[in-house]
C-alpha cells in the first residue's frame, strides 16, 4: 500500500496589481507560516496573460526568500479571467450529474465549452425540488489561460500543482477557526482594487459578488480631501486610527472611557465625512447580497458577518456595518492568530491583513509520495 505524505505548497494569490505568497510547515501545535511575501506590480495584469514579465519577475523574487521550501505552488488566478456560474438543474434520465452540469453551464459560458476548464466547489439537492434537482456553483476559466498560468509560473521556477478558488481559499480559512452551522454566514474579503462577498452554509455556496470596490477608493479619497503629499502610508494610518470611530461618542480605544479630545473629534469627523460615501456603495452591495439569499427564501437569519482582507485596517468598520444591516459583524485578522517561524515579522500598518486570501490557499495540503 502507497503512504502519502502531505505538504504544504506555495500559496500564491495574483491579483490585478498585487501579489501575495505564503506557506505553511507543519509543527506540534498545528502549523506555523514558514514564510511570506509580498509584491506590487508598476502595472495592472492583462486580461490575456500571455508573456507578463513583470510577474515572472515579482514571483521570482518573492519565492528566492530563503524561507520558502520546494518548489510547488497552488494558485489564485486574477478573478477577470474567471466565470462564476450558478445554475440549478435536473439530470436527466439518460445523463451523469456531470454531463448534466456541462449541459446546464454551456447556456451561460460567454466561449465554447470545449474551450474550457470547469469545476464546481458548490454542489446541493434543490431543497424543495424533486430528487432529481440540484443548484450548483460552476467556476469556468478559458483553458489556454490556465496554460498560460502554468507557463508563467514555469518561467518563474515553480511546478503548479492547483489551480484553486478564491471563494473556496476563504471557507477554508474561516473553517480554521470557526464552525459554519446550518444558518448562513457572510463572508468578506476587502482587497485594495476589488472585493469578495460571499454567502455560505455548512453544505453550500449560496450566494457570491465579486464587486469593483476596494480600500483603494478610500484612500484616494483621503488623499484628495487632506493633502497628504501622496502618501498611502499616511492615509493608510488614519483609516486604522480614525476610520469610522466618529459615530461613537466615546472612543473604545480609551482604557479610562474618557470621551476624546477636540482634535481628535474634529479629524475623526474630517474622514468620516470623507470616506462614508465610498463605504455606502459597498453597504449597498451587501443589501444586494442579502436580498437576493431572502428573496429564494425568506425570513433567512444570517448568523454573522466576518470582515478579512483590507477590512481589519479600518477602525469601527465592522460597527459601521452592523448598525446598517442589523446583523452581528467581526473585523478578522487571522495572520495575528497563527504563529510565525524563521523570523518572520508582520511590518506595515495592516500587520499582515491582506495575506488573508493567500493564507487561505497555503492551507490547501498536497500529496507528496
Known amino acids: 500500500?502507497?503512504?502519502?505524505?502531505?505538504?504544504?505548497?506555495?500559496?500564491?494569490?495574483?491579483?490585478?496589481?498585487?501579489?501575495?505568497?505564503?506557506?505553511?510547515?507543519?509543527?506540534?501545535?498545528?502549523?506555523?507560516?514558514?514564510?511570506?511575501?509580498?509584491?506590487?506590480?508598476?502595472?495592472?495584469?492583462?486580461?490575456?496573460?500571455?508573456?507578463?514579465?513583470?510577474?515572472?519577475?515579482?514571483?521570482?523574487?518573492?519565492?528566492?526568500?530563503?524561507?520558502?521550501?520546494?518548489?510547488i505552488a497552488v494558485l489564485h488566478i486574477p478573478v477577470k479571467n474567471i466565470s462564476v456560474l450558478p445554475i440549478r438543474f435536473?439530470?436527466?434520465?439518460?445523463?451523469?450529474?456531470?454531463?448534466?452540469?456541462?449541459?446546464?453551464?454551456?447556456?451561460?459560458?460567454?466561449f465554447p465549452l470545449e474551450e474550457a476548464a470547469i469545476d464546481y466547489p458548490s454542489f446541493s439537492p434543490e431543497v424543495d425540488g424533486d430528487g432529481d434537482a440540484y443548484r450548483a456553483t460552476v467556476i469556468a476559466?478559458?483553458?489556454?489561460?490556465?496554460?498560460?498560468?502554468?507557463?508563467?509560473?514555469?518561467?518563474?521556477?515553480?511546478?503548479?500543482?492547483?489551480?484553486?478558488y478564491r471563494v473556496s481559499s476563504l471557507i477554508r480559512l474561516y473553517k480554521h477557526f470557526y464552525k459554519i452551522t446550518k444558518h448562513p454566514v457572510i463572508l468578506c474579503n476587502i482587497g485594495y482594487f476589488e472585493s469578495m462577498l460571499v454567502v455560505v452554509t455548512e453544505d453550500s455556496i449560496i450566494g457570491q459578488r465579486i464587486i469593483p470596490w476596494g480600500v483603494h477608493a478610500l484612500i484616494e479619497k483621503i488623499l484628495a480631501n487632506l493633502e497628504l503629499l501622496d502618501s498611502k502610508d499616511n492615509a493608510k494610518l488614519l483609516l486604522k486610527t480614525h476610520g469610522l470611530a466618529y459615530e461613537d461618542l466615546k472612543s473604545v480605544d480609551?482604557?479610562?472611557?474618557?470621551?476624546?479630545?477636540?482634535?481628535?473629534?474634529?479629524?475623526?469627523?474630517?474622514?468620516f465625512?470623507?470616506?462614508?460615501?465610498?463605504?455606502?456603495?459597498?453597504?449597498?452591495?451587501?443589501?444586494?447580497?442579502?436580498?437576493?439569499?431572502?428573496?429564494?427564501?425568506?425570513?433567512?437569519?444570517?448568523?454573522?458577518?466576518?470582515?478579512?482582507?483590507?477590512?481589519?485596517?479600518?477602525h469601527h468598520f465592522d460597527r459601521y456595518f452592523e448598525r446598517r444591516l442589523n446583523i452581528p459583524t467581526r473585523r478578522i485578522n487571522p495572520m495575528t492568530a497563527v504563529a510565525l517561524s524563521g523570523g518572520n515579522k508582520l511590518f506595515g500598518i495592516d500587520e499582515g491583513a491582506p495575506f488573508a486570501l493567500a493564507l487561505g490557499l497555503a492551507m490547501r495540503k498536497v500529496p507528496w509520495l
Open 1 to 71: 500500500m502507497l503512504n502519502f505524505k502531505y505538504k504544504y505548497p506555495i500559496g500564491i494569490d495574483i491579483g490585478s496589481r498585487n501579489i501575495y505568497a505564503v506557506q505553511l510547515k507543519q509543527t506540534r501545535q498545528g502549523f506555523a507560516v514558514r514564510a511570506l511575501a509580498h509584491r506590487e506590480l508598476e502595472t495592472e495584469i492583462e486580461s490575456i496573460p500571455d508573456a507578463n514579465p513583470g510577474l515572472v519577475y515579482a514571483v521570482k523574487k518573492m519565492t528566492k526568500n530563503r524561507n520558502f521550501r520546494g518548489k
Open 90 to 110: 435536473q439530470v436527466g434520465a439518460t445523463e451523469t450529474l456531470e454531463e448534466a452540469i456541462l449541459r446546464e453551464s454551456e447556456k451561460s459560458l460567454s
Open 141 to 164: 476559466v478559458r483553458r489556454k489561460y490556465i496554460e498560460q498560468y502554468l507557463q508563467l509560473m514555469k518561467q518563474a521556477g515553480l511546478t503548479v500543482e492547483a489551480v484553486d
Open 254 to 271: 480609551n482604557s479610562d472611557d474618557r470621551a476624546p479630545d477636540a482634535t481628535m473629534v474634529n479629524m475623526r469627523r474630517a474622514i
Open 273 to 314: 465625512q470623507v470616506i462614508t460615501p465610498s463605504i455606502d456603495e459597498l453597504v449597498f452591495e451587501f443589501h444586494k447580497m442579502i436580498s437576493g439569499v431572502m428573496s429564494e427564501k425568506q425570513h433567512t437569519a444570517f448568523e454573522g458577518i466576518y470582515m478579512y482582507g483590507h477590512a481589519a485596517l479600518i
